[in-house]
């Protein structure tokens, strides 16, 4: 019986780099949610609202 499963290695390796890439930027999150919680206790949302502000930037 044939394999009627065709694997486009392009595609394929779109998504492993795009899931590495994810991973990356999650992984340096989370080291900053680390640092900002010690830092900063009592505020909400400080990566989320550092984002934000560094891709606002980048807007103008």
């Given amino acids: 019986m044939a394999d009627t499963r065709v694997v486009d290695f392009n595609q394929a390796?779109?998504?492993h780099r795009q899931e590495k890439r994810h991973q990356q930027k999650e992984s340096r999150a989370e080291s900053m949610r680390k640092r900002f919680a010690a830092a900063l206790p009592d505020?909400?949302?400080?990566?989320?609202d550092y984002f934000k502000k560094?891709?606002?930037?980048?807007k103008r």
């Fill in 13 to 15: 390796g779109d998504r």
């Fill in 43 to 48: 505020k909400p949302t400080p990566v989320k």
């Fill in 54 to 58: 560094k891709r606002a930037g980048k």
